[in-house]
Nanobody, 121 residues
């Protein structure tokens, strides 16, 4: 059974930081591209960040970010721990959303249940 379990969400003030984690089980984690998506109320789900599998390394390959989070968010992975992270700095109210972990490889795709991030003073 495949499980992606996100954690680390919460309430933070503007300018603050949060680190999201997504622990995967039931898949060969190291060969999957890992993504973070988010969905704000009344909006479509959007891709926030991607990290490639990275081949034989423990820490993945290249990364890509939505323009709205470049320079503020960092995606990383630890294949030895089957975990992907999203470090979020300089948070803004418009970053408020449910954040979802996604694993993708060719035609296979899995989602986590999401974790709420609220940026408010």
């Amino acid at each position: 059974q495949v499980q992606l379990v996100e954690s680390g969400g919460g309430l933070v003030q503007p300018g603050g930081s949060l680190r999201l984690s997504c622990a995967a089980s039931g898949i060969s984690f190291s060969i999957y591209y890992m993504n973070w998506y988010r969905q704000a109320p009344g909006k479509q789900r959007e891709l926030v960040a991607t990290i490639t599998s990275g081949g034989s390394t423990n820490y993945g390959g290249s990364t890509n970010y939505a323009d709205s989070v470049k320079g503020r968010f960092t995606i990383s992975r630890d294949n030895a721990k089957n975990t992907v992270y999203l470090q979020m700095n300089s948070l803004k109210p418009e970053d408020t959303a449910v954040y979802y972990c996604n694993a993708r490889r060719i035609s296979l795709e899995y989602w986590g249940q999401g974790t709420q991030v609220t940026v408010s003073s």
